[in-house]
T-cell receptor, first 108, second 113 residues
Framework: KNEVEQSPQNLTAQEGEFITINCSYS?????LHWLQQHPGGGIVSLFM???GKKKHGRLIATINIQEKHSSLHITASHPRDSAVYIC??????????FGTGTRLTIIP | EPEVTQTPSHQVTQMGQEVILRCVPI?????FYWYRQILGQKVEFLVS????????KSEIFDDQFSVERPDGSNFTLKIRSTKLEDSAMYFC???????????FGPGTRLTVT
């Protein structure tokens, strides 16, 4: 079954800490996405990966195809990074299958 | 920068009423999607649409749901007879189809009373 597992479900950290959010899956994929959802509900795409590593500002996303695992890292975390981070996957077709999300809270 | 828009941002309706949620995808995109997120739950796929027809739909997308691209710019989701359990945030997304990247609209919060 095409499932997306995320951990942790909730993460609270102090401002400045290095954050890691994990995503794992069990079958081959076409692409993996990291999305950000703010309290108002809107979804913003952060990264799309099919291999390797991508970096944008303080955000880094990596994927290990052999281990079927991806991580999203945030360096020098800031309260404005507080949001729900969602891993979503294309399992060989166009539609996205979503993880349950990780609620991140950064305390000043 | 082009973006996906959705209207209305919030709709309140009574059980049994019909609702139409509207989306304007990015203009040169060819693939269109509806997803929903019940409060506190994960986002779920409803339907994908390409070349003026449904390309895939989930078990959720039963006979009460329909989609249409009436005029070449709008993409609509109709719920024929709303139920309490249809209360959710509904997201439209579009894709050019050359890559897997999807662009999401801001969502419509549907409340069925």
């Amino acid at each position: 079954k095409n499932e997306v597992e995320q951990s942790p479900q909730n993460l609270t950290a102090q401002e400045g800490e290095f954050i890691t959010i994990n995503c794992s899956y069990s079958v081959g994929i076409s692409a993996l996405h990291w999305l950000q959802q703010h309290p108002g509900g809107g979804i913003v795409s952060l990264f799309m990966l099919s291999s390797g590593k991508k970096k944008h500002g303080r955000l880094i996303a990596t994927i290990n195809i052999q281990e079927k695992h991806s991580s999203l890292h945030i360096t020098a975390s800031h309260p404005r990074d507080s949001a729900v981070y969602i891993c979503a996957i294309n399992f060989g077709n166009e539609k996205l299958t979503f993880g349950t999300g990780t609620r991140l809270t950064i305390i000043p | 920068e082009p973006e996906v828009t959705q209207t209305p941002s919030h709709q309140v309706t009574q059980m049994g009423q019909e609702v139409i949620l509207r989306c304007v995808p990015i203009s040169n995109h060819l693939y269109f999607y509806w997803y929903r997120q019940i409060l506190g739950q994960k986002v779920e796929f409803l339907v994908s649409f390409y070349n003026n027809e449904i390309s895939e739909k989930s078990e959720i997308f039963d006979d009460q749901f329909s989609v249409e691209r009436p005029d070449g710019s709008n993409f609509t989701l109709k719920i024929r007879s709303t139920k309490l359990e249809d209360s959710a945030m509904y997201f439209c997304a579009s894709s050019s189809g050359t890559v897997y990247e999807q662009y999401f609209g801001p969502g419509t919060r549907l409340t069925v009373t």
